[in-house]
Each structure stands twice: as C-alpha cells, then as structure tokens.
C-alpha cells in the first residue's frame, strides 16, 4: 500500500509538473499571438495600445463603432475594447486594466448601454481572450467575481486548451517563435460585419408569444449599480463618460417595452452629473432600414461606418472632450 | 457523478482513502461506506430515486431469504413472480409505459377508432436497467438454487448499489460479485496500478475519442438530409467509434476502480470490433448483458438444443429483448431484429461458434481472408448502429438510402471550420491509435499504456505516455461533461 501511495504521489507530482510546464509554455506563446482573439489584450498588456478614447461595450460596440472614423474626425487616438456577449458586468472586469495598462492619458471611454448589456449572462462570450493573461491578479479577480469557473483555467494544467487544439498548437508554436499564420481582420479592435439583413430577427419574433420583450427589473437594478460604480470611478480619475445608445432595428427598440425607461435613467445620470453624458441614437432614420443591418442588434459595415460619422461628429461639435 | 468530471476526481481519492486507512478494521464498516459512498454517488445526480433502489434491494433481499426458507414450489414461484413484478413494473414503469401508451393508441387508429394516449410525465431513473436486472439475477439464481441467499443485509445492499458499476454496468451476477464482499479486501499494489491504468484508458475512450466523435455525429444524424454520402457514411462509422468508446469507456473505468478498492468485476468488452463475425462480435459485445440474456432468458427457452424453428425463435426473441432493453423504442426493437438476422445463418449452418481461437494467432497482422472478415463484420454493425442512433425506423432507412443516393452535387457539403477540421483529423489520428492500442492488447484483458515497452525501460516509459495520454484527455475534454450514452438505458 505504501508503495502504491508513493507511486501514486511521484508519478502526479512528475505529471503535474509536466503538464504546467507544457500550459505555461503553451500559454506564453498566447501572450505573444497576435491572432484576432488575443491581440487586443496582448497589446494592452504590453503598453502598446495608447489611446486617448476607448471604446467598450458588447457585440454592439465590437460591430458597430469604426475607431478609425473616430481618429479622424476626432484627432485622437481610439481603441474598441468592445467584445462579443460581454454584459456590463464582464466589461466591469476588464475596465480597471484598460486604464492602467493603457499607456497614454485616457480623456474619454464611450461606453454603449442597452438593456440586455445590463444583465447578467455568463454565456455567449468568449473566455479565450482572456486566457494568457490569468495570472493578472487584477483582472483575474475581476473574472473570477463576474464568473467563479475561472479558477479552473487558472488553475487546472491545460483546461483552458480544452476543445481548441489549434489555440494549444498556436500557444505552443510561437512559444518556440516558430512563425505561423497569425490573421488579424480587426481595425483597433472594431470587427467590420460585411453581411446583409438575415432571419434571426424573424426567427426571434416567431418564438416571441407576446410580441414584446420584457426583462426582470431587479437584475436590470443590478446592472444599473454596476453603471454606477462606471461613473464613479471615471470621475475618480477625471475621465469623461459618454453613455451612448446605439442604433437597434426600429422593430427590436419598440417590442423592448423598458427602453424608454432605460434612456430616461441615462439621461438622468447625464444630468446628474458633470463629466457623464448620453447619446440616444435609438430614433435616427436609418433605423427603419434593414439595408444598414445584419440582425436587428447590429449594424452592418456600412451602417456602422454611418453610424461612427453621426456620433464622432456629434462629439466633436460640442465639443465636450477636454483636450 | 460522472466519471468524467472534477467532481469524481475529488470523490475517488476521499473514498479510497477512507476505505483503505479509516474503515479498513472492520469489512461491516467497509462494505457500509461503499454503500454510502454508493449512495451519494447516485444522489448526485439525484436524491428522489435513491428510494427505487433501496426498495428494490429490500425486495429482493426478504425475497431471497424467503425463498431460501421456503420448500414448497408453488410458493416459491409467487415469491419469484414478486420480485419480478416489482422489478420490471419499476422498469415498465418509468421506462417503457409511455411506448406501450402510444402504440396502443396508434394501433386503435389503424383500426379507423380514435383514443387518447395516457402517458406519464416521469423521468427516467438513471441506470434502472442495469441493477433492476443485477438483483434480478440473484432472485433467479436464487430460485434456482444456484446461489444461497445472503443473510447480510450489507453486503447485499453493497452488491446492488456498488458505485463503479451502479448506472452503467457491468450488469454483475451475485455469484461473481455479492461472495467478494463477505471477503475481507487485502490491497494488491500491482492490481490497483492496472486499475489506474484501466481508468487512464478508459478515460482516454470517452473524452478524447466518444466526446469528439459525438459532435460531428450529432450534427449529421440530425440535419442527415442536408449532408452528402461521404458525410453520411462517414458519421455512420464515427458513431460506431463513439458508442463502442463511450460505453466501453465507461466499463474500464469502472472495471479499473473497482480494483482499487480491491474488487473484480466482469469483463464487458474484448475488442469487439475485431470480430470476424457477428456471432463473436456478441460474445464480444457488452458481454454481461448478452451471458444475461443467454443464461436468464435463451437457455430457459431451449437455446439451441431444440427444433429449428424453436432455435430462430429464441434468437429473435433474445435480440429483440436485448434492443428493447435499450429503450422503449421500435429503433431499438429494429437494431435487435437486423443483429438476430445478421446471427441466424451462422446459427443454421452450425458454424456460430467457428471464431473463438484468438484473432491472429501468434502474428502481427491478419491474413487477407481474416482481414476481409473483419471488416464485413464491422460494415454489417455500422449498419446496425444507424437504427440505433436515428430518432426514427423511417429516419433511419433514410439516412441509409441518403448514404448511397446523396451525392454532393445536388446536396451541400458539411462545412467545417479550420478549427473543426483540424480537431476532426485530430479525433481520426486518436482512433488510429486506439485501433493500434487495442490490436496489439488483443490477447490481454484490457490496454495498459506500458504494452510496448520491456520491463527494464517501462518506469519512465510509462510515465511519459500517462503525460501524453492526460495531456490529449484534458485537451480534449469539453467544457461542459458530456453523460454517458449508457445512462438513458
């Protein structure tokens, strides 16, 4: 019996060893990846990305706001940090390290709000983004608040290459620096959605019974304390806070019956305080159009380029961003 | 609990380590924490229907004893009817009213005459199959006077619930498994390595192999009208792999921790695939299920020491039971009607029993003829497998007209993305190796990762493809445990 123990402990000590040697490996070379799902963070991290206004959000912001239109009618540097799924709560996670790791002044973070980013979903984003950088103690708390089953990438040898066997060989390969195809399609973190109107939304509508959609107000409560806590720690650190509500398929905004209430509480923030404004595009013309949308949530890159003109030129007449 | 998960990583070693150092003085306090350890295992998966199999151990347990006291037969028979009656009007019950239901009422319907279908919103308990026949067979053995009853309630209530094999077999027989609890365990360090071992390879079947397999599958059989041949016949053949890992996975795992805790259970699977003919295949194939039927059901019937006609009878009758015993559904009834087809000639020509000496006796690889057989074998189970899987009989002869009729000009092709390709060449190279692994164990009882190499090189060696071989398994593995195939039977 001793025996068997003692093989037992030997062999997962020697196991173990192996098996974090080879993730850390694996993982360091993520850290160096400049593949569309890690580049973005692997430059925050770095110090590299400089920008002036950071854009963030969901699937809305990741899709829909050019920060190159921004650049130039705008004359400052713009990053979109938005990304796909991510609700209030995960961008909360990763807001403190895109302002400290940001290496140049922030002056403005333009966040879109509407009313699914405020709940909680932890389904339907990628983790993968966030995989090299666990052992960030900030962020990595920040995660493993927003969701607990963070630990067991952290902490579990390999879990995080789980089914993604080309993210454990590309991990692997540039470790080693052994030059692989690395794509990035992004501009500054904006993904262009070059697709026509498809069936989701109808799709949608047909499982609707009612014909409207209305979420749980205590869960949207929580998410408007977590849009609080934005307002406060921009203020601490002098950043102004652009609320905006991009545009939604005119469809979708009417059957959200609590949207009225929802830009009534934004522009009530706005009031309330000085360095916190909003944006409503929910009423532009273009909204009736599905020539400018993919699904009704999301522009196409057509609309999106519209839709990045309107706002930063809207930005840039009045003229609210300290320069 | 299942296998595959943290959970049952942080279990096993608890449990090991209580049985072997805390309550290893006394066997009562042993075979009590098994039943606990049973207990919470299945209750895991949930609490309510632990009552099913305490009731059913009780039944049969008084059922036992009474039988034992009991001389006159007309009694025994009520008392053996009882515990049958319970057992299979738990199974007919929660498993099999709702097919009866239904089909009655459709039967009505053909007759122009209209009914309702009554059918029960019940769930189906996890592993009910597998121990309502496990007690089953020791109130048969029982009656038959095979076995003497047990007077230990323990031991008895350990025998039924034993976790490794509790919701998927193997389907134990008290006179293998309940006389190894009234022993006390000694440790044996070289039978608890193979159990690891066993484990290893088990885990290697269902996460890196089944799981894969079963997305690709899932995907085709349920769209099959939109995939080409290729595609077709293609998830055919992974689905074959995904039952066979997943199932026989399944079996070493538990196989392998029983012998942890000092326990041997019966061999389920012996590379069936390899078989040069379905007769082997089913002596190959789930082996505790099919020596269940043989033993309980087609000796009983006569087997094959009667007329003919009675012979074709028995077989239909033992195949068709063992694919209904899978579900309540005519899929089910069909896949054991085609493998009874497939069986009969051999049967009529005497020659079911040719293929019993080793596959390729004393050499490396099969001879051409041997080869050949092999492969019909495998072709004729793919077959097979198809009704299994499909959701429908008429689904199923579609999917198989479609393999042969849809040709990829007038249909779309499966469009895989690079990350799914590469994962799905990835699964193709694991199968290679399983097939490779378990070509050159053929002769042993199960694979041990150490196969290749001589004694004096084994330690590293060995270490270095347990790292390869957890490696691929915790790569492989998907984020959310994907149950066990058996466990909806």
Sequence with gaps: ?323 | MLFNTLEFALYLPIVFILYWFVFNKNLKWQNGLIILASYVFYSWWDWRFLSLIIFSSLIDYYIGLALASTYEEKKRKRLLYLSMLVNLGFLGMFKYFNFFSENFAEAFTFFGKSIDSFTLNVILPVGISFYTFQTMSYTIDVYKKKLVPTKDIFSFLAFVSFFPQLVAGPIERATNLLPQFYRKRKFDNSTATDGLYQILWGLFKKVAIADQCSILVNAVFDDYHSYDSMSLIGAAILFAFQIYCDFSGYSDIAIGTSKLFGFKLMKNFAYPYFSRDIAEFWRRWHISLSTWFRDYVYIPLGGSKVETSKKIRNIFIIFILSGFWHGANWTYIFWGALNAIYFLPSLLKGTHRKNIQAIADNQILPGFGEFFRILKTFFLTVVAWVFFRSETLTGAFDFLIRSLTNDGENNYYVSLSNDELLQFLFTLILITVLVFYEWISRTKDFVKVDVLFSERKKPILTLFMATIFITIILIQTRNESVDFIYFQF
């Design chain 1, 1 to 323: 019996m001793r025996n068997f123990i003692l093989k037992i402990i030997t062999g997962f000590v020697i196991i173990s060893c192996i098996l974090y040697g080879v993730d850390k490996l694996a993982t360091y070379g993520l850290s160096k990846s400049k593949f569309n799902t890690f580049k973005d963070l692997n430059e925050l991290y770095e110090n590299n990305i400089n920008a002036e206004i950071i854009l963030l959000g969901s699937s809305r912001t990741y899709v829909m706001m050019n920060p190159i239109i921004f650049d130039s009618i705008l004359n400052m540097n713009t990053y979109n940090f938005g990304q796909d799924g991510a609700t209030i709560h995960l961008q909360k996670a990763i807001f403190n390290d895109v302002i400290t790791y940001n290496n140049s002044s922030l002056k403005l973070i333009i966040q879109n709000i509407d009313l699914t980013t405020l709940l909680p979903n932890k389904e339907n984003y990628s983790k993968q983004r966030f995989y090299p950088h666990l052992d960030k103690k900030n962020l990595y708390t920040n995660l493993y608040n927003f969701d607990a089953s963070f630990w067991k990438y952290k902490y579990i040898p390999l879990y995080k290459f789980s089914s993604s066997l080309s993210m454990f060989g590309r991990g692997l390969l540039l470790a080693f620096d052994i030059p692989i195809k690395e794509n990035y399609t992004k501009i500054k973190g904006y993904r262009p959605s070059n697709e026509n109107w498809n069936n989701d939304f109808e799709d949608y509508k047909k499982n609707l019974n009612t014909g409207k959609v209305v979420y749980d107000q205590d869960l949207l409560e929580d998410g408007f304390k977590i849009l609080e806590e934005f307002i406060e720690e921009t203020s601490k650190k002098g950043i102004q806070y652009i609320i905006v509500f991009a545009p939604m398929y005119i469809e979708m905004n009417n059957m959200q019956i609590q949207n009225e209430m929802l830009k009534k509480r934004l522009e009530e923030y706005a009031l309330k305080y000085k360095h916190v404004y909003f944006y409503d595009y929910s009423n532009l013309p273009m909204n009736s159009d599905k020539g400018y949308f993919y699904n009704s949530y999301h522009l196409n890159t057509n609309g999106a380029n519209i839709f990045s003109k309107r706002f930063a030129n809207d930005l840039k007449q009045n003229s609210i961003i300290k320069k």
